[in-house]
């Protein structure tokens, strides 16, 4: 599975961006897509994510504020941020998850105060 991932970018604090990502090669075994982050000096997190059937998990430090969608047809999963906070500043990753999880190679994502 290869992933390719774009919509980074700088932003203020309060504005909005969103992020995408295709998958695309050995996609049909894929249950799980979603995006992690990773901020300068600490591990990578979940952001959120999404199953095959729908269902959705959030950090608790973005509900209310991102939104995860998917597209089974495309093999595309979107994240929505808004109401950014210069905490939200990390490298953005897409992941997927089939046999094994598969990464993309990551998008920065600037929030200026």
């Known amino acids: 599975v290869q992933l390719q991932a774009s919509g980074g970018g700088l932003v203020q604090a309060g504005g909005s961006l969103r992020l995408s990502c295709a998958a695309s090669g050995s996609t049909n075994n894929i249950h799980t897509m979603g995006w992690y982050r990773q901020a300068p000096g600490k591990q990578r997190e979940l952001v959120a994510h999404v199953t095959s059937a729908g269902n959705t998990v959030y950090a608790d430090s973005v509900k209310g504020r991102f939104t995860i969608s998917r597209d089974n047809m495309k093999n595309t999963v979107d994240l929505q941020m808004n109401s950014l906070k210069p905490e939200d500043t990390a490298v953005y990753y897409c992941?997927?998850?089939?046999?094994?999880?598969?990464w993309g190679q990551g998008t920065l994502v600037t929030v200026s105060s």
């Open positions: 992941a997927v998850t089939s046999n094994f999880i598969y």
